[in-house]
Structures are given as C-alpha cells and as structure tokens.
C-alpha cells in the first residue's frame, strides 16, 4: 500500500525568505501524481502544485516550485519570496492511476507553516 | 470559476440526533467524494462516487453514516445518530474522470457535536 510521510509538523519562514517543506513517499508504481495542497485558516484544501511521475520536470507555479526526485521517492516543496498569506496546512498527497485502486488520494499528515514579519 | 458549493457552513448538533450535509460538485465531474478532517489531521476517505454508483465506501461507519447521489449530480451525507467523536469536518471534493484530473474541494460543513 502507499503511503505518503511529512516529517515536520511544523515550519516557520520569515517573511520573504525562502522555505522548504518535505514529503516522501513509498509506492511500488510507476506511475502516479504527486499534489500539495493548502488549507488556511478557513479550511479549504487548495491545490497548490501537481507532479506528473512520468515528467522529469519539476512543477512550477508562480513563486511555488517542487524538487522531484523519483528514485528516492521525494517530492519537496519550495516557497521562494514567503508572505503572510502563505501562512497555512500544507499536505503532500499521492494518487494512484491505477483504477483499481480507484486511484485513490493518499494524504500525509500535514505541515503547519507560520510566516513571520 | 467554477466552485463545488456545500452547506450548512457550521452544524452544531446534539449527541443522537441526525445530520445532513449537502454537496454540489462542480458542473460535468463525474467523480465526487466525501473526506471527514480532524483537526490537525488529513483529510480521511469516507465514500466515493462515480455518477451515481457508490465505488468507495470501505472507510464509511455504515452503522451510523449514509451517502447517495442519486442522479450522479449532487450528494448529501447523512449522519443518524450523531456521537462525540463525529465533530470534525467534512469536506466535499469533485474531479473529472480523466488522466491529469486534480480535486477541487468545497469549503466544508464543520460540525459539532454537544
């Protein structure tokens, strides 16, 4: 079975610093996505970033940018130039392309970042 | 764009008595899921639907929990009776049935339960 591992509960940034939040994974698979996910304060999930394994890109959005590392099972989060609205629960979360796992999403259990002043 | 709508909000509700949720997937998603969140947790798979046929409920408390969509387009979640440990929220996501398909998710009911 997959599962999918953040090792830090919680992170802090300053302020227009750069962070990096970790997510691991183990899957016998080939091919999957990778996804972070968001929540603020208002708890709505939020899709941030998608991988797609079989891409050897790394995924950019904007300010946020992913190291993945599929030999290693690694999908990192970086967050260039930090704000205050940045300040959330972020998840790494798997999904199976395989149907008969009704490609199910496979969540970890989440990092709190606080962003400082 | 497009957003999956839920309701109520917030749900506070005596020990025993039921609940309903509701939930509108965004327009043409065939695919719609109920997750339970505690607070400080990830989300938890409680059913999934794809149109109108239940093909993940493993995770779903049958004794107390039921879900139907019955024309494949909205949901609603119904708890009877509701205990302590079901105050949590609960989020409602919908996606499209193809290969680079991602979840978009409703703003959630939180309930409570006194």
């Known amino acids: 079975a997959q599962t999918v591992t953040q090792s830090q509960p919680e992170m802090s940034v300053q302020e227009a610093e750069t962070v990096t939040l970790s997510c691991t994974y183990d899957?016998?698979?080939?091919?999957?996505?990778l996804f972070w996910y968001k929540q603020p304060p208002s708890r709505q999930m939020i899709l941030v970033i998608r991988?797609?394994?079989?891409k050897q890109q790394n995924a950019t959005e904007n300010r946020f940018s992913v190291n993945f590392q599929k030999a290693a099972k690694s999908f990192s989060l970086k967050i260039s130039d930090s704000q205050l609205g940045d300040a959330a629960m972020y998840f790494c979360?798997?999904?199976?392309?395989?149907?008969?796992?009704?490609?199910?999403?496979?969540w970890g259990l989440g990092t709190s970042l606080a962003v400082n002043p | 764009e497009a957003e999956v709508a839920q309701s109520p909000r917030y749900k506070i509700t005596e020990k025993s008595q039921a609940v309903a949720f509701w939930c509108d997937p965004i327009?043409?998603?065939?695919?719609l899921y109920w997750y339970r969140q505690i607070l400080g947790q990830g989300p938890e798979l409680l059913v999934q639907?794809?149109?109108?046929?239940?093909?993940?409920d493993s995770q779903l408390p049958k004794d107390r929990f039921s879900a139907e969509r019955l024309k494949g387009v909205d949901s609603t979640l119904k708890i009877q009776p509701a205990e302590l440990g079901d105050s949590a929220m609960y989020l409602c996501?919908?996606?499209?049935?193809?290969?680079?398909?991602?979840?978009?998710f409703g703003s959630g009911t939180q309930l409570s339960v006194l």
């Open positions: 996501a919908s996606s499209q049935e193809r290969r680079n398909e991602k979840l978009f």
């Open positions: 327009s043409g998603h065939a695919t």
């Open positions: 639907f794809q149109d109108e046929s239940v093909v993940d």
């Open positions: 899957t016998s698979e080939s091919d999957y996505y």
């Open positions: 991988q797609e394994a079989y």
């Open positions: 979360a798997y999904r199976s392309l395989n149907a008969g796992n009704n490609r199910k999403l496979i």
